[in-house]
Every structure is written in C-alpha cells, then in structure tokens.
C-alpha cells in the first residue's frame, strides 16, 4: 500500500521561509514523477511545482516561480518544497503527489495524480 506523508507545515511571516518534506512508501516501480499541490481556504486546490523522475525537469506555477525550489532524493523516496519569501497569499494546506510508475515528468493536472498525501497547513500571517 502507498503512503504519502507530509511534513515541515506551521506558520510563518510574511518574507519567512518553510521547508516541506514528503515521504511515500509502498512503491514497488520505479519512474514517477512528484508534486505540490496547495489548497487555499474557499479556493480550489491548485498545482505549485512538480519534478520528474530523475530530477532533469521542474514545474512551477507562476505564482511560485522564483520563490519556491523543488527537490527529490530517490534513494529516499522524498521530495522537498524549499518556500522563501512567502506571502500572505501562500497560505493554504500543501498536498504532496505522485505519479504512476512509468510517467516520469510532471504536469499540472491533478487527475494525473495517483498518490496523495493528507496535506500540511501553511499560514503566513501579515
């Protein structure tokens, strides 16, 4: 069975900085890309960054760009949301996300997330 566990959620002001950690376990192939997603109160969820399998390609949304790094260490089954200079708009709960095995890069849908995490709170207060 698969499990997708996040970590590193709190609150923070406004030019602080999170670190987000995910963790999934149960996998049994190889070649899947990851993903942050990120929940808004009274908004729908929204993709934030994604990395391929091998770490060759990232995705980030345009509100995130320039401010948050993804990252991943395979030989640990992790992947790591580094946030800086976070805004009152970033607050929202971040979900981590996998792919299947064998769809190796990232896209913005979530539909083609088979794996998710129960999610880790972000505030960021003013």
């Known amino acids: 069975q698969v499990q997708v566990v996040e970590s590193g959620g709190g609150l923070v002001q406004t030019g602080g900085s999170l670190r987000l950690s995910c963790t999934i376990s149960?996998?049994?192939?190889?070649?899947?890309?990851m993903a942050w997603f990120r929940q808004a109160p009274g908004k729908e969820r929204e993709f934030g960054a994604g990395?391929?399998?091998?770490?060759?390609?990232?995705l980030y949304a345009d509100s995130v760009k320039g401010r948050f790094t993804i990252s991943r260490d395979n030989a640990k089954n992790t992947v790591v949301l580094q946030m800086n200079n976070l805004k009152p708009e970033d607050t929202a709960v971040y979900y981590c996300?996998?792919?299947?095995?064998?769809?190796?890069?990232?896209?913005?849908?979530?539909?083609?997330?088979?794996?998710w995490g129960q999610g880790t709170q972000v505030t960021v207060s003013s």
């Open positions: 996300a996998s792919r299947r095995g064998g769809d190796r890069l990232p896209v913005k849908e979530q539909s083609e997330y088979a794996f």
């Open positions: 149960g996998r049994t192939s190889n070649n899947w890309a």
């Open positions: 990395i391929s399998w091998g770490s060759t390609m990232t």
